[in-house]
């Protein structure tokens, strides 16, 4: 094997990696908050919405789940234009991931919610809790706390999921990667660093959430 490795012309071009990464950043930030919020929201409509409204949500919840989300992201930057509505690359990005990750949430909350005693609601109307209140104390946080560690797993699979915006030339670590292996023709070491730097995400935000979790779900 004569191969050598040359790392130095791909750290040469740390500016555009950087701009990369933080790209990388925006979107998954921006996407998994649309995206908690959202499917939220979706969850709440499975689980205590009106029929005609759950059976909606469940037909989208299956049209996203079973295709690629390349399809959808293509579907919206390329299909749409054609009756008319125009997006740019990063609109485009952050919606298509966002509708992506809403469908998946929404089942993970769901899930959550319905692990909810209903002795524990039931305890709450006693007590003289408003519907209000039973749904944020009873129901959201002990439903989130059951399901926290499905749900981060999911924002980590969604952040490694951004990477597939570069098929639209988003300028997210993927797409950065790929503009200096057109470069310098150092395929092994642009890909390994890119590697590297979705993995160091990868355990950041891992540490991150599980941090959170311990300032949210076991304060005395």
Do not use: C
Not at 162 to 178: E, K, P, R
């Amino acid at each position: 094997m004569s191969y050598t490795f040359q790392f130095r012309d791909v750290f040469a071009q740390r500016d555009a990696i950087l701009d990369g990464l933080v790209v990388t950043l925006e979107l998954s930030a921006v996407t998994i908050t649309l995206g908690f919020v959202l499917g939220t929201l979706a969850a709440v409509v499975l689980v205590y919405g009106r029929p005609w409204a759950r059976r909606i949500m469940r037909m989208y919840i299956e049209v996203i789940r079973n295709t690629p989300l390349i399809v959808q992201l293509f579907l919206i930057f390329f299909g749409l234009p054609g009756i008319g509505i125009r997006l740019d690359v990063m609109t485009a990005s952050v919606l298509a991931l966002t509708i992506n990750l809403t469908a998946y949430t929404a089942e993970i909350v769901r899930a959550g919610f319905e692990s909810v005693p209903k002795s524990q609601l039931e305890a709450g109307v006693s007590l003289g809790l408003t519907g209000p209140q039973i749904f944020r104390h009873v129901v959201l946080l002990p439903a989130i706390k059951a399901v926290y560690p499905s749900l981060t797993s999911q924002f980590v699979l969604l952040m490694l999921a951004t990477s597939i915006v570069s098929q639209i030339s988003a300028a997210d670590l993927f797409h950065a990667g790929s503009i200096i292996q057109s470069r310098t023709f150092r395929d092994f070491e642009v890909y390994t660093v890119i590697s590297l730097l979705y993995l160091s995400l990868t355990l950041l935000m891992r540490g991150g959430f599980s941090l959170l979790y311990h300032l949210l779900f076991r304060r005395p």
